[in-house]
């Protein structure tokens, strides 16, 4: 249980975030995880208005039944509960996997309030995955910080409280618990990038550096320290060269700065 709530203790610590927290529960064991210790121990969070919702991003022939799932299981715990239908197919050029997101993301966004948080179950193993992946694109500083706890979404927040916490624990939570959880046949495809590095890839390097998903995710973190440095450092010159007009620098003042080869 401890290893589940203190997370969530201290992300919901600051009572700035927000007051109305939406769950986004796809069913899975991740998101029940989250949604259950939300659900039992929302005695902690008094202040806090709880909700959950399903996105049937119609794609698949079960997504329906899996909405109901949901439902009932919020139904059980005397959970609010919404769909949202949305249209997730992909544009030209675009996966199938980052078209399903964006458009999921999106109708999320259209839901929060200045008031409103997200929040979503990704564990230290999404963001290990989350980093290969953006290190296979070459990404920088920026794309390499992965997923940040806390961050802006519409008019609100998305909050990823379990970023530290290995999604073992959340299956020993859930088990425990005898909690009942979808299980999607396309997480095993490796067909898809995520896929293939979480059952060919991670479990090969796990044999031989068992910590893994810990050094990956602390490396995501220095990174995202680092991107943020970096976004001030610009923002403190940016400054200095600013003149009166927006339409011109200080060329004298830029002319000091360090250049950059």
Not at 54 to 81: I, K, M, Q
Not at 100 to 105: I, L, N, S, T
Not at 106 to 135: G, K, N, R, Y
Not at 231 to 252: F, G, I, K, N, W
Request: net charge negative; with cysteine.
């Amino acid at each position: 249980m401890k290893v589940c709530l203190l997370p969530l203790s201290k992300l919901l610590a600051d009572k700035r975030l927000a007051r109305h927290l939406i769950i986004g529960y796809s069913g899975g064991l991740d998101s029940h995880v989250l949604l259950h210790v939300l659900a039992t121990q929302g005695h902690h969070w008094p202040e806090r208005r709880l909700e959950a919702i399903y996105v049937d991003h119609g794609l698949h022939t079960a997504s329906v039944a899996w909405g109901e799932h949901c439902a009932n299981v919020c139904r059980d715990l005397n959970l609010p509960f919404r769909v949202l239908k949305i249209d997730a197919r992909p544009t030209p050029g675009e996966s199938p996997e980052a078209a399903a997101r964006r458009a999921r993301y999106t109708a999320f966004a259209t839901e929060l309030s200045p008031d409103a948080a997200l929040l979503t179950a990704h564990h230290c193993d999404d963001q290990a995955e989350t980093l290969l992946l953006q290190l296979l694109r070459g990404a920088g500083p920026h794309g390499l910080a992965a997923m940040p706890a806390v961050s802006r979404l519409g008019e609100g927040w998305l909050l990823r409280p379990f970023l530290e916490v290995d999604r073992a624990e959340l299956l020993a939570y859930a088990r425990t618990h005898d909690l009942q959880w979808i299980e999607d046949a396309s997480n095993t495809d490796i067909g898809f990038d995520r896929n293939y590095l979480r059952h060919q890839v991670l479990p090969v390097l796990r044999e031989r550096w068992p910590a893994v998903n810990r050094t990956l995710s602390r490396s995501a973190r220095l990174c995202a320290e680092t991107a943020t440095w970096l976004d001030e450092e610009a923002a403190a010159d940016l400054a200095r060269v600013a003149t009166e007009r927006p339409d011109r620098l200080a060329v004298p003042v830029l002319r000091e700065l360090s250049a950059v080869s």
